[in-house]
């Protein structure tokens, strides 16, 4: 069961820079987040799995690249004719790349690439399957592009309603809502 209400995309940069800052910092990672709303409309998205689905990518991100590395996230939002927004991200990385024969299982339960070299990063493997089935459940896709040591590329879609902005009770963040770059 979803809950969408409108997310703002400054209430979500604030999200990246709390959650996801700090495990890049770690590794002296640099974070650039990229976007471009459709001025004036907010998507309406269940804020808690949108916050999971891009927490298992990012944090996947920062763990298998390497210190020094960069990753970059981009979200694209379209009006459609059916009067929804899509939103399109992807999340890319220059880390350890994932293997053509890994790629075809990487969203099944409990698959990890068998590499000795990433032993210490062993997880449940489970945050992409979780991510897959958000996602599904959504009526959205994903998709992987990957070759090893040369980086990742995770792309999904989605459609939500939208509200305008105008009808959201002004916040106090004075941040615009243009399209944007910005490193985190």
């Known amino acids: 069961e979803f809950h969408p209400e409108p997310y703002l995309i400054e209430d979500f940069r604030g999200y990246i820079a709390a959650v ?17 709303p459709v001025p004036g ?4 998205m ?27 996230v981009r979200i694209k939002d379209e009006l459609q004719p059916n009067g929804q927004v899509r939103v ?3 999340i890319q990385d220059d880390g350890i790349g994932i293997s053509e ?5 990487l969203f099944e339960p409990f698959t990890q690439e068998n590499r000795s070299d990433i032993s210490e990063m ?3 493997g489970l945050g992409l399957t979780i991510v897959k089935k ?22 999904f879609s989605l459609e939500y309603d939208y509200v305008r902005e ?7 963040s004075g941040q615009p809502c243009a399209s944007e770059a910005e490193v985190l």
Not at 41 to 44: C, E, G, I, L, S
């Open 122 to 124: 062993r997880g449940s």
């Open 20 to 36: 996801i800052r700090p495990l890049c910092e770690e590794k002296n990672q640099t974070l650039t987040f990229e976007t471009a």
């Open 88 to 90: 399109t991200a992807k």
């Open 101 to 105: 024969t890994f790629q075809k299982v």
């Open 134 to 155: 958000i996602i599904d459940a959504m009526g959205g896709s994903i998709s992987v592009q990957s070759r090893l040591g040369k980086g990742t590329v995770f792309t």
């Open 46 to 72: 269940d804020v808690l799995r949108i916050n999971q689905i891009y927490f298992n990518l990012l944090s996947n991100a920062v763990k298998y690249t390497p210190e020094g590395g960069h990753i970059t």
């Open 166 to 172: 105008a009808d959201i009770q002004e916040k106090p």
């Open 41 to 44: 409309y907010v998507p309406k």
